[in-house]
Nanobody, 117 residues
Framework: QVQLVESGGGLVQPGGSLKLSCAASVTIFSLYTMGWYRQAPGNQRELVAR???????NYADAVKGRFTISRDNAQNTVNLQMNSLKPEDTAVYYC???????????WGQGTQVTVSS
């Protein structure tokens, strides 16, 4: 059973920073592609950033240059450093895990990020 627990969300002013963390209870964390997605009210869930098992990263165009994904395979964690936050970044952010060679996908419960003055 894979469990993903996000933390670090909250309220921040425009231009501010937040760091999200996701702790994964998996046997071999290094075999999982890890990602962050977000969903704003009325919108579909969308990819924010993703890091493969080899360390290759993908970012949504809207966050390139502002957000950075990182992972610690020893601690079974994936982080999302968010800088220069904008009101349009407001959403529930979800951690995602996809094991290599499998069609299974796992989700965390989500953490709210609100960017507002």
């Amino acid at each position: 059973q894979v469990q993903l627990v996000e933390s670090g969300g909250g309220l921040v002013q425009p231009g501010g920073s937040l760091k999200l963390s996701c702790a994964a209870s998996v046997t071999i964390f290094s075999l999982y592609t890890m990602g962050w997605y977000r969903q704003a009210p009325g919108n579909q869930r969308e990819l924010v950033a993703r890091m493969s098992t080899s360390g290759h990263t993908n970012y949504a165009d809207a966050v390139k240059g502002r957000f950075t994904i990182s992972r610690d395979n020893a601690q079974n964690t994936v982080n999302l450093q968010m800088n220069s936050l904008k009101p349009e970044d407001t959403a529930v952010y979800y951690c995602n895990a996809a094991p290599k060679g499998s069609n299974n996908v796992y989700w965390g419960q989500g953490t709210q990020v609100t960017v507002s003055s």
